[in-house]
């Protein structure tokens, strides 16, 4: 007999709305009342605030410090870059005023602020202001400055995590003397992201660099990564901009060179959003629902006590405790285990598939049997959910940390597995249509997934490859091959590969 | 020969001046050109970045989890507590428009809303709703939240970090089955604030309840910590909020009781805020600056090696950096010391100096002499800046724990040293006068402290003391004494011991 998965419907008959009901399955997040802002809920928080403490412990050591700039920005600041703000305006939150008032027995806008603020889409013109004060010569330079905040993008077609109107997230912006050392900086930091991504999410990547058409608005290089999620889409999961000197223009920011002159500095951005747990579910999440590597589960282990009769309680949830403090002395990844009990008096079973839909590694029950026998019922989120593997409690105490390990990498082995089985090299425009064209009409999500080939052509091919195949490059990979080929679309030589794809 | 302080003007000469100049010498923050939004610059965000994560630490030990909630709350759901919409009305920022259009060659808000939004001036709204989502029986209760987020509350006169338009804070709030369980719970979070404020800020409290003039609007009870700082004003460092079944109305929150009964949760809410930063600086920085009690201190301990000559750098940036390899192997209150080398090329006495004025408990200087004798010139933070402890390396390696908790230790005896001296029991109301008349015409933030007496006034009393002598009931403290007394406003029996002073 082959029960239904837990999640309905599964991935193959609606990716879009597994999605959203892997996320209400593990409580991770719903849409709020206001348009297009979510909730995070506390399992989806926990999540977040692991990616978190993870990358900013990485964005440290890296040499840059985190300090904190106003959500407002005013319209003047927006303005002083062309690109910029055409980028953005179609997306900005618009605070007018500055008091509520009561007019006919209802609350109204009050005071007119004398000049819009705008909520902050990102970052670089405030803080490009600071750095205009901050910057004088040489010796502040380079100046590596990394926030954590949220922003507001106004968004017409929300998506859990993916497109929210609010978003989390970190925007690293940096400072220096020459183009060569910007352009360093935002190729590290991109390169941070992308170990970030396998180490702690097991996620590949392809790295690379968006086309003209694609870039971050003022910049003049975007370098992306890309992931393949289930649906065989792309989600660009981190970006880093070399912005050149436009915002130091913009904003004024000039640093007196060792040689006496004035010069403006050239300037990184950077940022990864709460878009990586959307990632991380479609990457990863199956028709069982949630399923999380264990370096970023906020619990690894969650202990399941069985007591069907009082007279039993105290035995087994003394052992719990027990298993507790013997796994918290253990660690894994160079952190202590992170471990859970699970004390409410619900039914083993249906306690068991919770922890299931919420993706926790590693899942123990713990009867009067196991308590007898010392003993342990292991079931694995890697493994089907019925599947328990019994251990004496001095193996798994010894082993736990090898077993997350081999969760861990597992994670990584099928992710990329993945990725290499739906990337193809195209040779000709029919293939490629014939790769991006949905096997199944009622299943219009799945098609071909990356598309690698040699790419000759211009904006306006881009252009028409989007309006008639909805496919875009997602970027020139930043690792290319050493032979060239024929673009399939010009039938002119390929000045570099390109990846295309479908993407969120 | 005495020196000037390196602060200029002194707490004596000018205490508001003096606070801007440390907060400017220690780099912590800065106006931004969003009026009263300010940018909280590296040096202070690490502190904030110290308290976060202590009492982050904290409130899940206490069993709260953290969750994410829209930064924009839609005006009806203000509108659904009267009093509460009252008191925040003045202080909102409105949100009218989602995107910026051209107009004449400028840019203006684009689209209107079709209800504007409000930009949290704190949350119990918005997550009220949420609330009224989750739960359903008695069962899902109590549950307990907690949010670190940006707030905003108009604000006509700024002053940095103690009230600005934006701050950062958490606030906790958790929904309950009987009045007493959620009087009891805001009552153990101001415990909990009390324990962060000793423990780890050195800040004496008093602990008490607000008048229902000072009340948080739309609460039952508001719980407040009040700290009184150097120039003998009461700073609000902390408040806890019973907010009876108010909101719960409000919003709907409503659970089946045990006996199946449809009733209103009890609510509360509670928060600390960045304002914490300016409260420390306000209770321990002195005439040289900043002054970090070891516990939040960014840095613990900073090592300034002193090179006169090139032959010289090779041995001392060897010792300094075993050094710190031998002070990270060492803790302090459970955590791992806190080191840095302050490598840049700049003459030793004006470093020493930007450490001092930063804030840092323990100065240690190295050159080559120190180098060839195992010793450290060690400068504590709480000694006079010229003051210098010579140690061989092994007692300062070995004792570095105990020297910091010394320093954290008179940190909080000054404090409370100081909180004693300048609290008063008022017997009269000539005395009440004279307590807060300033000594000196030119300096009238100088004066009295918390003055403690018997209290059977009303909130119009309340208001004519606040007119006549800018003095306010900061709150009623908990800790009662035993005698009970005559009021000297009113010559009646006092029916409690009210805590009374000029506020921030």
New interface residues.
């Given amino acids: 007999m082959t029960e239904r998965p837990a999640i309905s419907p599964t991935r193959q008959e609606d990716f879009p709305e597994w999605y959203q009901q892997v996320i209400a399955a593990a409580d991770l997040a ?1 849409n ?3 348009r297009g ?6 399992w989806g ?2 999540i ?2 692991r990616m978190q403490r993870e990358l900013d412990r990485r964005i440290k050591a890296a040499g840059h ?11 003047s ?3 002083k870059e062309a690109e910029h ?1 055409e980028g953005f ?13 009561a007019s006919e027995g ?5 005071a007119p602020l004398a000049e ?4 902050r889409p990102t970052s670089e013109t ?1 803080i490009g ?2 750095f205009a ?1 901050w910057i004088q010569s040489y010796r502040d330079l380079p100046l590596r ?1 990394n926030q954590w ?2 922003v ?1 993008r ?1 968004e017409l077609r929300p998506r859990l995590f993916l497109r929210t109107s ?1 978003f ?1 997230w970190q925007e690293g912006h940096t400072a220096h003397q020459t183009a060569e050392e910007a352009e360093a900086e935002a190729l590290r930091m991109l390169r941070l992201y992308e170990g970030f991504l396998q180490e702690m999410l097991a996620l590949p990547a392809v790295a690379g660099e968006k086309t003209p058409r694609e870039r971050f608005p003022g910049a003049v290089r975007t370098l992306t990564l890309e992931v393949l999620v289930q649906d065989r889409k792309a989600i660009q999961a981190g970006t880093s901009h070399f912005l050149g000197q436009n915002f130091a223009r913009a904003n004024g920011i000039c640093f007196l060179s060792p040689e006496g002159r004035q010069e403006h500095a050239w300037t990184t951005s950077w940022g990864v959003s709460t878009r990586l747990v959307g990632t991380l579910i479609m990457a990863h999440s199956d028709d069982n629902g949630l399923a999380l590597p264990p370096r970023v589960a906020p619990t690894q282990i969650v202990l399941l006590p069985l007591i069907r009769r009082e007279e039993e309680r105290a035995a087994v949830e003394e052992a719990c405790a027990r298993l507790v403090a013997e796994l918290e002395e253990k660690s894994y990844a160079g952190e202590p285990l992170r471990v859970e009990i699970d004390v409410r008096p619900l039914p083993g079973g249906s306690k068991n598939w919770e922890w299931v839909k919420k993706g926790v590694p590693l899942r123990i029950e713990i009867g009067p049997r196991e308590v007898a026998g010392g003993t342990l019922s292991v079931g694995r989120r890697d493994r089907s959910p019925r599947e328990r593997l019994s251990l004496s409690v001095r193996q798994f105490v010894e082993g736990a940390e090898q077993i997350l390990a081999e969760i861990q990498n597992g994670f990584w082995e099928r992710a990329d597995a993945f990725r290499k089985a739906h990337t193809r090299r195209i040779e000709s425009r029919e293939e490629f249509v014939e790769f991006f064209t949905p096997r199944d009409p009622e299943k219009p999500e799945i098609h071909g997934g990356f598309a690698e080939l040699p790419w000759a052509g211009d904006a306006a091919l881009e252009e028409k490859i989007q309006e008639e195949q909805r496919v875009t490059i997602r970027c020139i990979p930043l690792d290319q091959a050493s032979e060239r080929g024929i673009c399939p679309f010009t039938g002119k030589p390929g000045s570099h590969w390109a990846l295309l794809g479908k993407a969120y």
Avoid: D
């Fill in positions: 719903e709020s009342e206001v802002c979510m909730i995070i809920k506390p928080y926990a977040w605030e410090r985190n300090a904190y700039f106003p959500l407002f920005i005013p319209l600041f927006l303005e703000v305006a179609k997306e900005c939150a618009v605070v007018t005023h500055h008091r509520l008032e209802r609350l109204v806008p009050g819009p603020l705008v909520v405030i202001a600071a004060r400055i905040a949220n507001v106004w609010e989390l």
